[in-house]
């Protein structure tokens, strides 16, 4: 049976007196940025990260609106170090957590060195495309567009290809075509990405592959597996806090909380007998065992929170909040 990798987030490593973690010089000519990665929700931009960093950091499911957060994936080569930041989907927002999503896809734009604007290569280029298009159109950020889901295109797929190059070339943008999901064209798309960046520093440990705390990565996880077993049921009235982890030689401990905003959410997710958090809960440990490489006892917990979505105070409390 394979080993997972555990995945290496900031809280693994030793900090020194200064409070900062000790980062080996980069070579000569060495090259590192921060690339974005925006694009509408559910074109793959999470797969594609994970893919492009070699481990799973960031949850993908089926149900539009997956990322919450800016999460950060590593990729560190012996040329450079490609810092990549997830972002949600760019839609037009519905509710006060909506905004708050789109506010920060759009602060990441303006705060990285290379925007890569991902675009789902199996259907023609539409007006949330091009509503994007307009939006990246007034940044100074170099662009280039990536072409994905190239393994689902129709054998005549010629005419896909001539509406997002029109798009591109509009624009004086790059494109090029890839597969998240079976790694065609990954590697000419990561060249093409090092070319973009500038001479530059190691920003983190060579062997990191995100930024982010385990327990948010747990919290993730768990959410992930909702966002699989409950479909359109319980979509995005969703959120996790991790109130426990405790660690032992021989188990990790792991309570959360899975807030809803209804009294038949929670019918729905603790489901009949408690037959639904047990599967979520079931398949969530897994997951989590991946991550820490190590046994979890996962205990859930249901909340109702009403309109926690609509308020300022309870989207701080749960961890959203716009981002500097």
């Known amino acids: 049976m394979r080993v997972e990798p555990k995945v290496t987030s900031i809280e693994n490593y030793t900090f020194s007196f200064s409070g900062e973690v000790t980062i080996p010089q980069a070579p000569p000519e060495f090259k590192s940025g921060f690339i974005g990665i925006v694009g509408r929700p559910n074109v793959g931009k999470s797969t594609l990260m994970n893919q492009l960093v070699g481990q799973k950091i960031a949850i993908t499911s089926p149900v539009a609106q997956t990322t919450r957060n800016r999460l950060r994936g590593i990729l560190t080569t012996p040329k450079a170090q490609l810092i990549f930041v997830d972002t949600p989907g760019i839609h ?16 990441a734009i303006e705060s990285v060195d290379v925007v890569l604007f991902v675009v789902d290569g199996a259907v023609a280029c539409g007006a949330g495309d091009r509503y994007i298009a307009d939006l990246l159109s007034r940044s100074k950020t170099p662009i280039i567009v990536g072409a994905n889901k190239i393994d689902q295109q129709p054998a005549d797929s010629q005419f896909l290809d001539d509406s997002y190059a029109q798009m591109a070339k509009s624009h004086e943008w790059e494109i090029v075509k890839f597969s998240a999901k079976t790694n065609a064209g990954l590697p000419q798309l990561q060249e093409l990405l090092i070319e973009h960046l500038e ?5 983190y440990p060579p062997d990191l592959v995100t930024d982010q705390p385990e327990r948010f990565i747990m919290g993730e996880l768990i959410r992930e597996q909702i966002l699989l077993l409950t479909r359109e049921e319980v979509p995005h009235s969703v959120a996790i806090a991790i ?9 990790t401990r792991v309570l959360a909380t899975i807030n809803v905003e209804r009294d038949s959410q929670k019918g729905i997710l603790i489901g ?28 859930l917990f249901v909340k109702v929170q009403p309109k926690w979505r609509q308020s300022r105070i309870s989207l701080a409390e749960l961890g959203y909040r716009v981002e500097e």
């Open 243 to 251: 109130d426990l982890v405790e660690e032992t030689p021989s188990i």
């Open 272 to 299: 009949k007998g408690g037959a639904m958090l047990k599967a979520i809960g079931s398949e969530a440990r897994e997951q989590i065992q991946k991550l820490i490489a190590g046994k979890v006892y996962l205990e």
């Open 199 to 203: 001479i530059g520093p190691l920003y």
């Open 92 to 107: 037009k927002p519905h509710h006060q957590l909506g905004e708050v999503l789109v506010q920060n896809a759009k602060i």
